[in-house]
């Protein structure tokens, strides 16, 4: 198995005598120098391995994906599944089990790899084109891809969509494998794709993002300049289109669906659909990091700013409208209809690396935590093969306006996110730590080990936690020689006193302890640069820094912008964000209050939910009489668990923000309570 530095040079690379003259100032630490020993994600790697990567491609073969591309290799047959796109379920779990091959060697795996790789093969055309819906058959091709190639394509066809994934696929299989037979499909696709868009060429702005991304990474590989170039034309030519009506407000016709209602450069807010969008940012990172364009760079800036300032929601997610899984207005986030795609808490975890790599500000780690440990793991069941294409803030039983049913699904038509899912779960490894020059970033805290090169010489580091239940963490740094370096500690902003790097969330009161830190037991005195604790020293083998984060349960309370949280809190410990469900609360969720004086007991309950930290308190609940008629509060015991294992228990209501006080009930006929409105 090869293992490299994520941004370095793979041998391919280096035969070519390839050397890039702009890239990132911060290097991430490749996935694979970085083995993990924890109960928390190893165990949810684990089942990445043996339940979701085998359950998505068992789908995939039993809903005709497969089929599509043996069909397309015959140039015989139909069409046999939903959507133009259907075949990137097959690429994006193909790049799961790359990484996962990486942690769990596996024959078998790796030979049925190499099988499907054998079929996308013998689908593509000569030329390099790889597009099943339209390969079976091209005089009858897919409603949504256009009677010629890529007519289609800022619209409907997907055509580029699916040569991102195949990117994505083919960058993370040669890193985990070595071998080449799925990179060389990639860049012969991405050969055609380079020679038909461009300058003086066909121009377009694709419709669903990715293929920027999949091209630098493909680019970082060969050095090839082309690549490059076409991914920054792919985010040069937004703006430019002049069928849309710019002053209409409907996204689909003024191009803001897509990001396409204004040039990259000029774009100022997150707007459109939301998957879309944060692949599109996270592109415009990679570019505006490898051409130093500070053009884009102060767009991608602002954007992310507009993000984490008005438009994400308390646990992470991002997308409020259904309509078009997009962003709404500033402020616009409802908890009854919010949409939070899986999806767009994937997408936004590979923007807010890059921002870190960018700009080596734990600000962006802090939000990359979030998302992590809330609004993207909450997508998949703890069976490994149940999820949520919908993240919800908040379920009523018989009344809930939410798009989905309170229950998962083993699989979707569209079935973008649980394959989606098995390409990251096994990538988190790589996001523990980062360098710049002789600085060593620790940016997660996952109980393993990582070996790391400083001054060119190997840097053992052993993580030992109990993270995120407990936040006494400790770190073994053992140089092959005694070596001066930095060792840069993320300070969550949960552990300074900062919901979210901006007002949108804030924390009520003030933390009571300030993070404590010692080496070889004795006291350190740090300063903070950028959010990280910064330990400057002649490092020896077996120093042991110690960091001891705060596990207070705090109260969350809005920007009184967003209306639909007034007078309510919601609750996080550590970087959790809590829940109440229906089945540790007599069956109900929605008629919790949790008064300013409700004070919280904590402790670890290892038989719920696959093991979980849990909260308690006495508070008031909302009650109606056996008539139906008379409405009292009584004040009982209230659980809550982390808000990524709900839904494991079946179908029932659940919150994420209760009212403080009562301000008002709503009547509703047909139910057995009121709405209960906070103040």
């Known amino acids: 198995m090869m293992k490299q530095t994520l941004f370095g040079l793979a041998v391919f690379a280096a035969n070519l005598s390839f050397a890039q003259p702009k890239d990132y100032p911060v290097q991430g630490v490749n996935f694979t120098a970085v083995q993990f ?45 939903t959507f133009p796109f259907d075949d990137t379920d097959i690429y994006k779990t193909i790049e799961g089990a790359s ?71 083919a960058y993370a299989h040669y890193y985990a494998t070595g071998k080449k037979n799925l990179l060389n499909i990639a860049l012969k696709n991405a050969d055609l794709v380079c020679a038909v868009f461009g300058p003086n060429k066909k121009r377009v702005a694709p419709g669903h993002e990715i293929v ?21 034309f792919f985010i040069e030519e937004r703006g430019h289109y002049n069928g849309y009506d710019a002053k209409n407000k409907d996204p689909w016709k003024n191009g803001s669906y897509w990001q396409d209602h204004l040039p990259v450069a000029d774009q100022r807010e997150a707007v459109g659909h939301a998957v879309r969008a944060a692949y599109l940012y996270a592109a415009v990172a990679d570019v505006a990091a490898l051409t130093g364009d500070e053009k884009l760079l102060l767009a991608i800036d602002s954007i992310w700013q507009n993000v984490v300032a008005k438009k994400i929601y308390v646990q992470g997610g991002l997308g409020a409208i259904p309509s078009g899984e997009r962003f709404g207005e500033n402020y616009e986030l409802p908890n009854a209809t919010a949409y939070n795609e899986t999806c767009a808490a994937i997408a936004g975890v590979y923007w807010n690396y890059r921002m870190f790599l960018l700009h080596g500000d734990s600000k962006y780690m802090d939000v990359l935590e979030k998302m992590l440990y809330n ?59 980062a360098q710049k020059g002789d600085a060593v970033y620790v940016n997660l805290f996952v109980s393993g080990k990582a070996t790391l090169q400083v001054h060119g010489k190997p840097v053992n580091i ?20 005694s070596d001066a370096f930095s060792l840069l500690v993320r300070i969550p902003g949960w552990a300074r006193n900062e919901a979210i790097p901006s007002d949108l969330y804030s924390f009520r009161g003030d933390q009571s302890t300030r993070p404590a830190i010692t080496i070889n037991g004795q ?31 705090r109260r969350v309370v809005a920007n009184e912008k967003v209306k639909d949280d007034l007078g309510k809190v919601a609750l996080q410990r550590g970087p959790l964000i809590y829940c109440a469900e229906w089945a540790d609360n007599d069956g109900k969720a929605a008629n919790i209050l949790i008064p300013a004086d409700a004070s919280f007991q904590t402790s670890f309950k290892p038989d719920l939910l696959n093991g979980v930290e849990v909260l308690q308190t006495v508070a008031p609940v909302i009650t109606v009489d056996e008539n139906a008629q008379t409405v009292s509060t009584t004040r009982k015991k209230i659980t809550a668990i982390p808000y990524y294992a709900w839904a494991n228990r079946g179908k029932g209501e659940m919150m994420v923000w209760f009212p403080e006080k009562i301000r008002a009930i709503d009547i509703i006929s047909m139910d057995d309570h009121p709405v209960i409105k906070g103040k």
């Open 375 to 433: 609004g993207l793991i909450s997508g998949v069941g703890l069976d490994g093969k149940s999820f949520f294409y919908t993240n919800a803030m908040q379920i009523r039983n018989h009344y809930s306006h939410h798009s989905m049913e309170p229950a998962r699904s083993g699989w979707f038509e569209c079935s973008c996110c649980p394959t989606n899912l098995t390409r990251l779960i096994p990538s988190i490894p790589g996001y523990v730590y």
């Open 37 to 81: 020993t924890d109960n928390f994600w190893l165990p949810r790697m684990k089942i990445n391995h043996t339940v979701t990567i085998p359950a998505s491609f068992a789908r995939c073969e039993s809903t005709g994906r497969i089929k599509n591309f043996e069909m397309a290799a015959a140039k015989s047959g139909k069409f046999c599944t």
């Open 462 to 481: 052993v993580q030992q936690n109990n993270y995120p239940w407990n936040g006494d963490l400790q770190f073994t740094v053992s140089p092959a020689k």
């Open 99 to 169: 990484f996962s091959l990486s942690l769990f060697p596996d024959k078998k795996l790796e030979a049925y790899i190499d099988s499907l790789i054998d079929k996308v093969a013998k689908a593509q055309e000569p030329d390099g084109y790889l597009y099943t819906a339209r390969t079976i058959n091209p005089q009858a091709p897919h409603a949504w891809a256009g009677a010629e190639r890529w007519v289609k394509e800022r619209e409907l066809s997907h055509e580029l969509y699916n040569s991102g994934h195949l990117y994505e696929a």
């Open 212 to 232: 920027e991304m999949g091209l630098v990474k493909l680019y970082r590989i060969t050095g090839k300049p082309e690549y490059l170039q076409t991914a920054k």
């Open 523 to 553: 006291p350190v005195d740090y300063t903070l640069e950028k959010g990280y604790a910064v330990i400057k020293r002649t490092w020896k083998k077996g120093d042991v820094l110690k960091v001891d984060l705060p596990m207070e349960v």
